[in-house]
């Protein structure tokens, strides 16, 4: 049996994963319920897979921030402390992370090895041109978007599904976070 695989990943109404300027992580508009439930999510057992880009970016905003700062929320230390398996043709071992390793190679043949071998679910928050070339070779089971009630057409950066297939989507799961956000769940369907 395959291990199911989630692309993870957070998103403007207006589909960027991140905005330049003054937006924070999460646009400024996190409250206890999404910390909560990312908390929860990330307490079930997984592994983690991240793209090199994606890892480098984590270990870096890990590094430079101080215990206070929002990148260590107790959902982001748990998802550090996961097993984790990081795609990547630049990187070595040792990684600063405690239980990652490198897995070289073409991200689709890696990750279609993890799914036939792996234990418990996949998981992979951000990543977007992995998440997408994964989608498009049909590995991917659910995407998980949690969309911020806000636009970022002059800031936003890091456009979500840009040059993604096409894909029919069937709604799998909803639920509304501090009463503004939206995690939606999809299992997607190559079109």
Not at 10 to 33: I, N
Request: proline share 5%; hydrophobic share 40%.
């Amino acid at each position: 049996m395959s291990a199911t695989y989630t692309f993870d990943v957070f998103s403007s109404l207006d589909g960027f994963g991140s905005a330049s300027a003054d937006w924070s992580g999460y646009w400024g508009k996190q409250g206890p319920e999404l910390l909560d439930h990312r908390l929860a999510l990330y307490g079930e057992e997984q592994r983690m897979v991240f793209g090199a880009n994606t890892y480098r970016m984590f270990a870096r905003m890990l590094a430079e921030s101080d215990e206070d700062a929002e990148v260590r929320d107790p959902w982001v230390s748990r998802m550090r402390n996961l097993p984790a398996t990081v795609v990547a043709t630049t990187l070595e071992e040792p990684l600063d992370w405690p239980d990652a390793t490198v897995a070289s190679g073409d991200a689709v043949d890696v990750v279609g090895r993890l799914k036939e071998e792996s234990a418990v679910p996949l998981r992979s928050h951000g990543s977007l041109a992995m998440n997408r070339a994964l989608m498009a070779a049909g590995l991917v089971d659910l995407v998980q978007v949690s969309v911020f009630p806000v636009i970022t057409g002059q800031t936003g950066e890091c456009p979500v599904f840009e040059g993604a297939a096409d894909f029919d989507l069937e709604l799998v799961e909803q639920r509304t976070l501090d009463g503004h956000i939206q995690e939606l769940t999809y299992r997607p369907a190559l079109r």
